[in-house]
């Protein structure tokens, strides 16, 4: 016999924590741009390759993903 079924637990389907949505580090995907934060130059994102590993053409900083 069972009991009026209270429990709060979770199980895999309806869990909680990291799943497929949420959590982890995670790229911006393929598109984009790299921005200088310095003066603004904007070059398209390479795929593999993080902006914050790519100089600026124009000034030499290091930039972020837009």
Same mark, same amino acid.
């Given at each position: 016999?069972? /009991?009026? %079924?209270? +429990? &709060?637990g979770?199980?895999?389907?309806?869990?909680?924590? *990291?799943?497929?949505?949420?959590? $982890?580090?995670? /790229?911006? %995907?393929? +598109? &984009?741009?790299?921005?200088?934060?310095?003066?603004?130059? *904007?070059?398209?994102?390479?795929? $593999?390759v993080?902006?914050m590993?790519?100089?600026?053409?124009?000034?030499?900083?290091?930039?972020?993903?837009?």
């Amino acid at each position: 016999m069972q /009991g009026p %079924g209270f +429990g &709060g637990g979770k199980g895999q389907k309806g869990g909680w924590g *990291r799943g497929q949505c949420g959590g $982890g580090r995670r /790229g911006k %995907g393929p +598109g &984009g741009f790299c921005v200088c934060p310095n003066c603004g130059e *904007r070059v398209p994102h390479e795929r $593999g390759v993080p902006c914050m590993q790519v100089k600026c053409p124009k000034c030499g900083t290091y930039m972020v993903r837009e």
